[in-house]
């Protein structure tokens, strides 16, 4: 089981192309649809928070958010 998803899966019902590279973390009941690009490079993290819904998207760097 890859590291970075919580016990529940993302949906992935309308995705069509998923790539992860780094140190990426996924938050429970995200939904990625389309074409998801996620890379975090050497050194940074990449935390996607619960709820998310990703769709034709490319994330690159490091990425924190928090709730306040």
Do not use: Q, Y
Request: proline residues 7%; without cysteine; negative net charge.
């Amino acid at each position: 089981r890859f590291k970075g998803f919580p016990e529940a899966l993302p949906d992935i019902t309308e995705l069509e192309h998923l790539t992860v590279s780094g140190d990426v973390t996924f938050g429970e009941n995200m939904t990625l649809k389309g074409t998801v690009i996620i890379v975090a490079p050497s050194g940074l993290k990449i935390d996607l928070p619960p709820g998310s819904i990703l769709e034709n998207k490319v994330i690159t760097g490091g990425l924190h958010i928090l709730d306040h």
